[in-house]
């Protein structure tokens, strides 16, 4: 064996290279912490931590479809709102509305009411006079007089007369025909022809049309109230909701359904009887006017509700980041610490690098010498 002593450059080149070695046998790893040989109440307490942090945030999937669900209420209870308020201006201008009879009158016979009709302005005996309208109810009213012989004109116009939704007299030569309702009157036969009244007559007022449109709102607050869910939940439909807010299950708000159809809001379908009166289109007033106090109170209370779960969504939230956070900062290593290290490692290599240069330089030196 050669007992040749190593040159300073060979001397400096080993103790580089052995340091070197030494260091990349353990080099910087972003865990401190990797397993639970390595410190056993830091690394569970960890997974404790991220396991919670797991669970919260597969809750956080459920609390954002209620809160979903929650607009989607609220969103309903406004087109509700606007669609009644449709139907109370339906029912304002009804009655402002006055009923006025459609009439009819025929020319001026000169004849006095209790002259014999056969005979007058040209009528004859069976000659006849029909007067058509519709009632509250939509159905047909028709009634027919005839003239006789012994039937004065006065006579005639009490037959008409006896037909409910129908009027007739005659004064001053005159025979006039109304239909109560305000809706169309169609007068024929060969005695309306003669007195000059036969046609059909429109110059009535009636609230039918205000009927119509307020049952065609009142479909569309059914329609709108099945319409509302989100998800498969319809809090205006009788559904409630459930939001859980911790892992354990203890932690819940219940939230309460409505059925908020017609039926449910006391919005009773109208009839053209009913709106023939003040007093009906009242009533259907107060049901409207009770109507928007619910819609208003349960928009408050879901709206109450949906301050809650955004609230508890906000909280998990940042729960969940605390509880991430103080994982890694049992687990994960010091990035600036590992920083340091790894800037001091490269330094040093740099510095034996340049010493083992310089060494070598100083030996090329000697050499030349010789």
């Known amino acids: 064996m050669s007992n040749t002593p190593q040159s300073p450059a060979q001397n400096e080149q080993d103790s580089v290279q052995t340091w070197v070695k030494s260091q990349w046998k353990n080099p910087p790893i972003p865990g401190q912490i990797s397993a639970a040989i390595n410190n056993p109440t830091s690394f569970f307490t960890s997974q404790s931590l991220n396991a919670r942090a797991g669970d919260l945030n597969a809750l956080l999937d459920n609390t954002g479809l209620a809160v979903q669900t929650l ?48 005979g007058t302005s ?25 003239a006789t012989a012994a039937r004065d004109l006065d006579g005639l116009a009490s037959v008409i007369n006896a037909q409910t939704g129908v009027t007739a007299s005659f004064a001053n030569g005159v025979l006039s025909v109304s239909g109560d309702g305000g809706r169309t009157v169609t007068i024929s036969g060969a005695v309306a022809t003669n007195l000059s009244i036969s046609g059909t007559f429109t110059n009535g007022t009636n609230r039918d049309q205000f009927v119509t449109d307020f049952n065609n709102l009142r479909t569309q607050i059914d329609q709108l109230a099945g319409d509302a869910s989100f998800n498969g939940v319809n809090l205006l439909d009788g559904d409630n909701l459930t939001v859980t807010f911790n892992e354990t299950g203890t932690s819940t708000l219940e939230i309460s359904g409505v059925s908020y159809d017609s039926a449910g809001l006391g919005i009773s379908a109208q009839t053209n009887a009913g709106f023939e009166t003040d007093s009906g289109v009242q009533s259907a007033l107060t049901s409207l006017n009770g109507a928007l106090t619910s819609l208003r109170s349960q928009a408050s209370t879901f709206g109450n509700n949906l301050a809650v779960v955004e609230n508890r969504q906000d909280f998990t939230n940042n729960l969940i980041n605390t509880l991430e956070s103080g994982a890694a900062g049992l687990t994960l290593a010091d990035t600036n610490e590992e920083g340091a290290n790894l800037l001091a490692l490269q330094t040093r290599q740099q510095l034996g690098s340049i010493s083992l240069s310089l060494a070598n330089q100083a030996d090329q030196a000697v050499l030349r010498l010789f």
């Not at 709102?81 to 009923?99: E, F, H, K, S």
């Open 122 to 146: 040209g009528i004859s005996t069976g000659d006849t006079i029909t007067v058509t309208t519709t009632n509250a109810a939509g159905a047909t009213v028709t009634v027919t007089a005839t």
């Open 71 to 118: 607009q989607a209420a609220d969103e309903g209870l406004s087109a509700l709102t606007n669609l009644v308020q449709q139907a109370r201006a339906t029912a304002t201008q009804a009655l402002n509305t006055q009923i006025t009879a459609t009439t009819a009158s025929s020319s001026d016979t000169g004849a006095a009411g209790t002259a014999v009709a056969a």
